[in-house]
C-alpha cells in the first residue's frame, strides 16, 4: 500500500490549487451573487487540461488519469463549487463520448469539450417524473429511416444554457424498463432541442441549471450512442465516474469551510482568549478535518481502483455518501464557529453551506448511494 502521489499527480494538484486560489477564489462571491457561469475562467481551464482530464491526448485531452482528477477537483470545488460542478459534468460528457460514441463523434466533439470550444458539455438525464428512478422517464426517440425523432423534455440540467454538447436520454422501447432506454448525443442549437428556464437555486448559483424541451427533434442514426437499448448501462458507467468526482468537489468544499473557521478561531476573542482555545471548538475542528480526511481517502481509493481497471461502483457510492454527508456537517460546524459572522454574507461560510447542500442530491441521493452500496454487498436479488 502507498499512500504518496505521483510527482505528476503532485504537479496536477499544484497547477489546479494555483489556478483555484488566483482565477476562482477571490470570483467565488462575485459569481454567487451575479449567477455569472463563469466562460472565460472555463476557457482558462481547458488550456490547462482541466475539461478532458479522461480523455487520451489524441483527442485533446490531457490524460491524467483519475487520480489527478479527484485531487483538482478537490482544488477547484475549495474554491469555487459553481465552477467544480460544471468541470465535473463537462469531464463526465466527454468521458462518456469517448467511451460510447463513434469515431466520428469523439473527432467532431471531444477536442472542442477539452480545448474550451465548448463552454461545457451537459447530461441530460432527469425528467419531472424521473428523478432517482431514470426507469421511469417519458422522453422517447422512434427511428424513422435513417433518422431518430425525439420527444419529451428534461429538467435540472446542469451547465444546458452553455453547454456545446448534450448526452440525452430517452426511451426506444418504452415496454421493458431500463432496457428500453438509449442515450444519444445532440449538438447545442439542434432544431427541436430547445434550453428552458435556469433555475433560481439555493447554491452553486454560478452554475446554470435548466429544464429542456425536446419538440420532433430529428437526430441521424449515428447519434445513438453504444447500441439501442444501452442507454441505462450507459448513465451508471458515467454516474460511478461521476460520483468520484462529486466527492472529490464535496471534499474541497468542506475544507474551504473548515480551514476558514480555524483561522478565524485563532483571531476571534472572547473570554479574553482566542475560541480557538476552548475544547468545544478544537473538538469540531479535530472532528471535521479527521472525518474530511477519512472521506478524502475513500473517494480516493475509488478513484484508484477506477484507474486500476478494477470493479469500483460500491467504493464510488462509498465515496460519494461518505464525502458529501461529511462535507455538509462540516460546513455546519465551520459555521457555527464564527458564530453570527457565519450567517451573514461577509463571510464565506452561509456560501459554502448552500453550495455543499446539493451535493447529497444530485448524481444520486444519499439515500440512493445507500441503495447500490447494499446492492453491491448483498446482491441484486435483496435490493
Ligand atoms: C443543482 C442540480 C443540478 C442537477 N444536475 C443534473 C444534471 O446535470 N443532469 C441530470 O440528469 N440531472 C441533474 N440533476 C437532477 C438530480 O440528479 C436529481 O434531482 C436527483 O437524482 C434526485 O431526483 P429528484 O430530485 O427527482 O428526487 P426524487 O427522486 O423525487 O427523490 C425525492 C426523495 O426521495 C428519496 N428516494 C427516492 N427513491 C427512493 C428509494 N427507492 N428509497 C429511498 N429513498 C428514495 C430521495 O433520496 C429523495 O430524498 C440536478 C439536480 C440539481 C438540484
Redesign the pocket.
Known sequence: MDFCLTEEQKMVQEMARGFAEKELKPRAAEIDVTRLYPLPVLKAMAELGLMGMLIPAEYGGSEAGMLSYSLAMTEIGKACASTAVTMS?TNMVAEVIHTFGNEEARRAHIPKICDGRYAGG?????EATA???PASMKSSAKLDGDQYILNGS?I???SAEHAGVFVVWAKTDKDVGTKGISAFLVGKGHPGFVVGRS?D?MG?RGSC?NEIVIENCRLPRGSLLGQEGEGFKIAMVALDGGRIGIGSMAVGIGLAAIEYAAEYAKNRIQFGKPIASFQAIQWMIADSFTELEAARLLVLRAAYLREKGQHFTREASMGKLLATETANRVCYKALQILGGYGYVKDYPLERYCRDCR?TT????????QR?VIAREILGQEFV
Do not use: R
Open positions: 459534468v451537459a447530461f441530460a438525464l432527469t428523478g432517482s428512478d428534461k435540472f440540467i446542469t433555475e437555486k452553486q441549471t446539493v442530491i444530485y448524481e444520486g441521493t444519499s439515500e440512493i441503495m
